[in-house]
């Protein structure tokens, strides 16, 4: 069974139950035959678009009900896949690993600095937190008027609602691992 059948399968078997429909009622609702709905529910079968606007209509649900994946499916981030946003003539790269999502609410980065690189921030909105892991190197943070050496192994969280800079003051290219957490 293909990766779209299964999830057509278990998508038609959960509105189903949480309906609570036997497949003689959802044959009824849907002009789709009773065996042919077995079919599809057991995998056996790829409906055509034509059915599933049919399955759809009669449910009463979204066409994309029944072809949306599992929010929590797995999937591997390749950082080479990833486009690097530059800043400091190319000498810090930001890889946006998970970016923002309504949903979520935060975002998770990557950033390398070259030695002596440097990044400035403009605050963000109040109730906006950073949290960052450095996991290579040294950074000097500066969050409003104070600053924060933050070494390899080491962690700094804060309100980012004022203005902070990063800038690399080790001997090698830095690397930092940072969430951002923004309030609704």
Partial sequence: MDIMSSRISANLKQIRNE????????????????????????????????????????????????LEGDTMETEIIHKKDIRALLSDEGQFRLFPFFPYDDNRRFEILQIEMDKGSCSSSSPHEYGTEELIIVSQGTVLITVGEKQYTVEAENGIHYMAN???????????????????????
């Fill in 162 to 184: 004022q203005h902070h800079t990063y800038k690399n003051i080790g001997d090698c290219t830095a690397i930092m691992y940072m969430a951002i957490f923004y309030r609704k």
């Fill in 19 to 66: 309906k609570k429909l036997s497949l003689d009622n959802v044959a009824n609702m849907t002009g789709v035959s009773k065996s042919m709905l077995g079919q599809i529910e057991r995998g056996e079968s790829s409906p055509t678009v034509a059915t599933l606007w049919k399955i759809a209509t009669g449910l009463h649900i979204s066409f994309t009900a029944l």
